[in-house]
């Protein structure tokens, strides 16, 4: 199976590389999501059986000081590869996050409703909600973390199913070449971003979402039954 994957310079994209030669990643110089003449080049050259979106504006903060840029990356974008990947007939893939949802109750399950706090999270479920247009297209909700825990602070009082991204991406990719369509969350276990950030940083600190200036959802962990394992 012969991918094409958006963000190949990002965080999951980085580590996808490594586990296939069968992905090809042009840069966003190469590729710019938002110029659809690019990603019809990139495709009619490349002829993909997949195409794998994680690319994304991901910042939260930012995407709150940046709307106009978060739509057009999460959005705007989105919507070309998906326009493409329906004329071509090619199946897409689409990475999105746990922080669709509001985190009031956690434990989410793939048929609860979506309810996304923050301009990040709209605009990732308006990518979502395009994908579901196209039937041959396959939602991925996840979270993940650079492999060495980066921050100085972790949130105590964040409840999550995020893992280290060398765990989430073999999944990942197992889950793109099981042709599964519809949607799916990838994850680990329920805990707090700080238990998480223990396992690799014994001596990180502790940090409240109380203390972030965006709103950043309670507890947005998947209900284990539910997390895609195959």
């Not at 094409?4 to 990643?25: D, F, H, P």
């Amino acid at each position: 199976m012969r991918i094409l994957l958006t963000g190949g310079s990002g965080l999951l994209g980085t580590e996808l590389l490594k586990l296939s030669n069968n992905i090809v990643a042009p840069t966003s110089s190469e590729m710019n999501i938002v110029n659809k003449n690019e990603c019809r080049e990139w495709i009619l050259k490349t002829k993909p059986d997949v195409v794998l979106h994680a690319a994304a504006f991901t910042s939260p903060p930012a995407c709150e000081l940046h709307a106009n840029t978060a739509r057009n990356v999460n959005i705007s974008g989105t919507i070309n590869l998906i326009d493409l990947c329906e004329t071509y007939d090619i199946k897409f893939v689409y990475i999105s996050t746990d922080y669709v949802f509001d985190g009031i109750d956690g434990l989410y399950s793939t048929e609860d409703a979506i309810n996304p706090i923050n301009k990040y999270a709209l605009t990732k479920a308006a990518g979502e909600l395009a994908t579901k247009t196209y039937n041959d297209s396959l939602v991925i909700r996840t979270s993940f973390c650079q492999s060495k825990f980066p921050y100085e602070k972790a949130f105590v009082d964040q409840f999550t199913s995020r893992d280290y991204v060398d765990i989430i991406a073999p999944k990942i990719l197992n889950c793109v070449l099981s042709q599964k369509t519809g949607t799916v969350h990838i994850g680990t276990e329920r805990k707090t971003v700080f238990e998480l950030a223990q396992r690799r940083k014994a001596d990180v600190g502790t940090l409240s979402i109380k203390d972030v200036n965006f709103n950043a959802p309670r507890d947005t962990s998947f209900s284990e039954k539910d997390i895609y394992c195959e």
